[in-house]
């Protein structure tokens, strides 16, 4: 069983910056496209970004592209999403997810996560 623990949420203003980085429970790290989604206060859980197994592929939702960057680093089984230029509208949950075996857009299909993460909570002030 995979386990994914995200890290880095906060409080920042309008205009600012926040890293969320999120850790890969097992060896078998390089078999999966890593993602994230994000729910805010009473919207769906929608998707925010991917990466594939090794690193040469992002796909990103039209909301933040521009603006975040998803990455991994292999020899730590992690994957980080710099969030810079935040908006209030970017305040939301955001859950850390693995895919095995997938390309990064195919990450953005919710019902095909393997796991999840338990989210991490990241509030922009106006």
């Known amino acids: 069983q995979v386990q994914l623990v995200e890290s880095g949420g906060g409080l920042v203003q309008a205009g600012g910056s926040l890293r969320l980085s999120c850790a890969f429970s097992r060896r078998t790290f390089s078999n999966y496209a890593m993602g994230w989604f994000r729910q805010g206060p009473g919207k769906e859980r929608e998707f925010v970004a991917a990466?594939?197994?090794?690193?040469?592929?992002?796909y990103y939702a039209d909301s933040v592209k521009g603006r975040f960057t998803v990455s991994r680093e292999s020899t730590k089984s992690t994957v980080a999403l710099q969030m810079n230029s935040l908006k209030p509208e970017d305040t939301a949950v955001y859950y850390c997810?693995?895919?095995?075996?997938?390309?990064?857009?195919?990450?953005?299909?919710?019902?095909?996560?393997?796991?999840w993460g338990q989210g991490t909570q990241v509030t922009v002030s106006s």
């Open positions: 997810v693995a895919r095995r075996g997938a390309q990064a857009m195919d990450v953005a299909l919710r019902s095909r996560i393997d796991y």
């Open positions: 990466i594939d197994w090794n690193g040469s592929s992002t």
